[in-house]
């Protein structure tokens, strides 16, 4: 094989190989290639859902102040409750002894 036919081979091989690599990438985006249109539903669908995760944070944020709120209110009034129960308590005791004694005095 002279010098000639040694470069015209090369140059064959080397156009061969540009070739399949252009063949390559024109598959490839063919394949891959997102149209115009696909992106702005794409991008309105990326926005829904940011405005929907700012909605989900915000309604999580909502239910743990009402949470946190209904159990500082259960809690008053289980104190309150409590409070009531021992003043109806202290009430019976003073009104059983209050007819002990009138018992004591109209018997005597």
Request: no cysteine.
């Amino acid at each position: 094989m002279n010098r000639i036919e040694l470069i015209i081979a090369t140059a064959i091989v080397l156009f061969i190989a540009f070739l399949v690599g252009w063949f390559a990438h024109w598959l490839i985006h063919r394949f891959v290639r997102v149209a115009q249109g696909e992106m702005t539903d794409l991008d309105t669908m990326a926005q829904q859902l940011h405005e929907a995760e700012e909605q989900r944070e915000q309604a999580i944020a909502y239910y743990q102040q009402r949470e946190a709120e209904l159990t500082n209110q259960g809690n008053q009034t289980e104190a309150e409750l409590r409070a009531a129960m021992e003043g109806l308590r202290e009430a019976r005791q003073e009104a059983e002894e209050l007819r002990a004694y009138i018992e004591r005095i109209n018997a005597s």
